[in-house]
C-alpha cells in the first residue's frame, strides 16, 4: 500500500508543477521577447509605410510562434504526465 501512495503522491506532485509551468511558461516568454527585443531596439527614422506593415506582419508571427511554442510545450508535459 505504501508503494501506491507513494506513486499518487508523486503524480499529484507532477501534476502541480506542470500546473505551475503553464502558470509561467507565458511571463518567462514574455520576459525571454522583452530581452531580445531591447537589443534590437534602434530608431529608424526613414521608414515606408510598407517598412511599417511588413515590421506589424512580423510582430505578429513572432507572437504566433511564441503562443504555438508555449502549447507545445504544455501538451508534451501534458502527455508526459499521463
Known amino acids: 500500500?505504501?508503494?501506491l501512495d507513494d506513486k499518487d503522491d508523486f503524480a499529484n506532485l507532477l501534476d502541480e508543477c506542470i500546473k505551475i509551468l503553464d502558470d509561467n511558461v507565458t511571463v518567462l516568454n514574455d520576459i525571454e521577447y522583452s530581452a531580445e527585443s531591447e537589443k534590437e531596439d534602434a530608431v529608424i527614422t526613414d521608414l515606408t509605410k510598407n517598412?511599417?506593415?511588413n515590421m506589424a506582419h512580423e510582430v505578429a508571427d513572432s507572437s504566433r510562434?511564441?503562443?504555438a511554442e508555449s502549447y507545445f510545450v504544455k501538451r508534451f508535459f501534458e502527455s508526459?504526465?499521463?
Open 1 to 3: 500500500m505504501n508503494t
Open 80 to 82: 508526459k504526465s499521463d
Open 51 to 53: 517598412d511599417l506593415v
Open 65 to 67: 510562434i511564441k503562443k
